[in-house]
């Protein structure tokens, strides 16, 4: 019997992203916009939502198993210092990449007075909100994601993905207690978060039959959401701060073109780019899709360990963990728009102030919350650090739905090189052949 042909994830969800863009354009030529989100949208919606319901349950399972699994505080010690250093360079490079090009090619040269003034009345009531709620951040005091860390109330923790921080603090706490109680006694709760955890996976196969579907509509809704009344706002978009767009884009092609790959290369046994990035793809377009780290993440464990070889033990480690603290997109977007903004003003930044900037965006970037638009409410603090006008960010709010999903995209990327980095130190690295990768694929 022949058997059946199946196309791979990744071109499924590049087909419903063409697709969706394509509808997205029609419908607002057409005059179509109403039938989109009515009719459309909503499949996007509740495919964002049943990405975030098990983004939880998994945090918790895979952390609690992939700690508890070591049985060893020493060797914990050395994969979570291992970890914690990489993704610090990696922010760290990030950055710097990101003001290397912006003061070469010095984009906020170009925009002129006009353009500056009406950015900023058209996102005057977004603009608002964001610096009120930076506002509370700061006021918080300097150690208030310290506080924010630790949960009073693990079931509420749990409700909300920008609280993804405080489960994290409870698994690890949880995955350290199961290694220091006897294990006939911690035995029993280890099976089942191994039970739960393979069971999400699972969860994870049936809810990516749903993905080209789901895409199609976030797509669509995306562009729809964008035009707004003024269906040529779109096109207004593609246009405005084109040079800005292109500099954060070079930033972010350079870490995946170039950066991660020669990692890969040094640390990882020469661990083959085409064959990292293909395993990886469905992922990362997830990313692109949804802006969102968390809402990937159930892919991104399931991708890092069905498909690059990495274990369970490193994969429950380091990709929950990244998927909060290790935003190199997110950086080194930051980086850039502080440089743009005060360009744009007529400032030029000194030395010490661009290093100022690596310093605080790197710590934002810890504390950023892994869903969309969370960069916006970071890159004021970190205008704040260098003394620049918190209004400045409506000069780049026009393009960022578009970079956000970008940026996220290299956060994901970064997230799964740092694993099988650190899978290849750990001697937990398989080595999955091309067949068994497209077994993989079934559910």
Known sequence: MKKKLRLPLYVQILAGIFLG????????????ETGIKNWIKPFGTIFMKLLKLIAMPLVLASLVVG????RNIQKL?????RTFIIYIFTTITAISVGLLIVNIIQPGQSLSVETRDTLRAKYAPDLDAKINQTQQFQESGPLKFLEDMVPDNIVAAASDTRM????IFFALLLGVSLIL?????????????????????????IIMLFAPIGV???????LVDIAGDDPSSVWQLLYSLLLYSITVVLGLLAMLIFFYPTLLWIFAKRFSPIRFFKAISPAQLMAFSTSSSAATLPVTIERAEQHLGVSKEVSGFVLPLGATMNMDGTSLYQAVAAVFIAQAYG???SFTQQITIILTATLASIGSAAVPGAGLVMLIIVLNSVGLDPAGIALVMAPDRLLDMLRTTVNVTSDCTVATIVASGEGQLKDISTNQSLKNEEV
């Open 77 to 81: 010690s050395r994969i979570g210092g």
């Open 67 to 70: 700690v508890s699994s070591i």
């Open 181 to 205: 109680i006897p294990e006939n006694k911690s035995k029993p709760l280890i099976a089942f978060f191994n039970s739960l955890n393979e069971a999400i996976l699972k969860m994870v196969d």
């Open 164 to 167: 993804m921080l405080q489960v």
């Open 347 to 349: 400032i030029d930044l």
């Open 21 to 32: 863009v394509l509808l997205g354009i029609l419908s607002i030529e057409m005059g179509f």
């Open 216 to 222: 199609m509509a976030l797509i669509a809704g995306v």
